[in-house]
Every structure is written in structure tokens, then in C-alpha cells.
Antibody
Framework: QVQLVESGGGVVQPGGSLRLSCAASGFTFTTYGMHWVRQAPGKGLEWVAFIRYDGANKYYADSVKGRFTISRDNSKSTLYLQMNSLRAEDTAVYYC??????????????WGQGTLVTVSS | EIVLTQSPGTLSLSPGERATLSCRASQSVDSSYLAWYQQKPGQAPRLLIYGTSSRATGIPDRFSGSGSGTDFTLTISRLEPEDFAVYYCQQYGSSPLTFGGGTKVEIK
């Protein structure tokens, strides 16, 4: 069965950096686009970033553009999110989500359990 | 950016009752690329409906989706105890992908 397991969350000071990972299994990772979606405490869902199945295209929410970088290692079936210049408003649970297709405009058919990122001094 | 507005914010109902959740888009959603997710406390969201009206694998038929253009509806025909949760709509036809603010279905 499909499994997505995030790791790398924690507490970081404003201006700091963090790298999240998402280990995928149970499907052909090289075939599907992957996303990061976040949820601030007590708030709704916010799409963060997307990477195409082959890594050739990447898209970002305006709120993270220029600070976050999404990447993937298809040989390891792993998705990453490098987060730099972190702000208090980046505090959230970060979910890895599998796209239902190879490209950008697909729904999310599987989600990981999330990893909490707290930006605080 | 397409803004999705969900209503009501909270729906208080009893088990066995019918739930009707609304999702209104600020502009037409391409090709009915509208999905619904369910989220319970402390859990990740789960896909319920995609393409406006197609149920995801394993989703019971008491869940149904309808609509087009800018107005979409999720209906739960008879609420079961496990259906009390927060529901989000999401459009995936335009960039950026966006979610509604959610509707909480709580036990009355």
C-alpha cells in the first residue's frame, strides 16, 4: 500500500533553515508528481510546492517563493523541501502528498502523516 | 488565484441526518477539477471526491459530490459517527492550487 513518511521537522529560530524529507513506498515514485501542503495550527490547508515526476518542473506558492526549494531523488523514492529564511508564519504541519498524475494539475490521492515545523525564538 | 469559500463554517447535525456542504469559487473551475477531503483531529486529510463527483477508492456511497462552474456541493446522505470531521474542497484546474477554508461537521 502507498506510504508517505515525512521527517525533519522541529524547532528553528526565525531566519533559520530546515530540510524536510518524505520517504515514499508502495507505488512507482518515478511516475507521479509530488506536493508539499501545510497547515498552520488550528487553520486550513495551504498548498506549498510541486515537483513534476522527473523533477523538470517546479511550482511554488507566492508565500514561499524564493525561500523554499522542492526536490526529489527518484533513485531513493524520496521527496525534499529545503526551507530557508524561515518566518514565524511558516509554523505548520507540513504534509507530503502524492499527485494523482505526473503533472501539476492533479488532486492529492495520498497524504503522509505530517511533520511539525515550529519557527520561534 | 481562485478563492474557494466554504459554507457553513460549522454544521451541527445528529447521526442519521443529511449534511449538505457548499463550496463556491471566485471564478469558474476548469473541467470540474474540484476535490473534497475529510480531516479528523490529529490526522492527515483523506481524499473523498475528485472530478466533482467521482468517489475515491473505498469511500462509501453515502458521500456524493455535485456541481459545476463556481458552485459545488458535498452531500453526506446519512451521517455516521465516523463522519464528524472537517471537510475541505480544493480546485486543481488553475494555478495556484487552492483550498477552501473548511466546514466542520459536529455532533449536535
Amino acid at each position: 500500500q502507498v506510504q508517505l513518511v515525512e521527517s525533519g521537522g522541529g524547532v528553528v529560530q526565525p531566519g533559520g533553515s530546515l530540510r524536510l524529507s518524505c520517504a515514499a513506498s508502495g507505488f512507482t515514485f518515478t511516475t507521479y508528481g509530488m506536493h508539499w501542503v501545510r497547515q498552520a495550527p488550528g487553520k486550513g490547508l495551504e498548498w506549498v510546492a510541486f515537483i513534476r515526476y522527473d523533477g523538470a518542473n517546479k511550482y511554488y506558492a507566492d508565500s514561499v517563493k524564493g525561500r523554499f526549494t522542492i526536490s526529489r531523488d527518484n533513485s531513493k523514492s524520496t521527496l525534499y523541501l529545503q526551507m530557508n529564511s524561515l518566518r514565524a508564519e511558516d509554523t505548520a504541519v507540513y504534509y507530503c502528498a502524492k499527485g494523482s498524475g505526473s503533472y501539476y494539475k492533479y488532486f492529492f490521492d495520498y497524504w503522509g502523516q505530517g511533520t511539525l515545523v515550529t519557527v520561534s525564538s | 488565484e481562485i478563492v474557494l469559500t466554504q459554507s457553513p463554517g460549522t454544521l451541527s447535525l445528529s447521526p442519521g441526518e443529511r449534511a449538505t456542504l457548499s463550496c463556491r469559487a471566485s471564478q469558474s473551475v476548469d473541467s470540474s477539477y474540484l476535490a473534497w477531503y475529510q480531516q479528523k483531529p490529529g490526522q492527515a486529510p483523506r481524499l473523498l471526491i475528485y472530478g466533482t463527483s467521482s468517489r475515491a477508492t473505498g469511500i462509501p456511497d453515502r458521500f456524493s459530490g455535485s456541481g459545476s462552474g463556481t458552485d459545488f456541493t458535498l452531500t453526506i446522505s446519512r451521517l455516521e459517527p465516523e463522519d464528524f470531521a472537517v471537510y475541505y474542497c480544493q480546485q486543481y484546474g488553475s494555478s495556484p492550487l487552492t483550498f477552501g477554508g473548511g466546514t466542520k461537521v459536529e455532533i449536535k
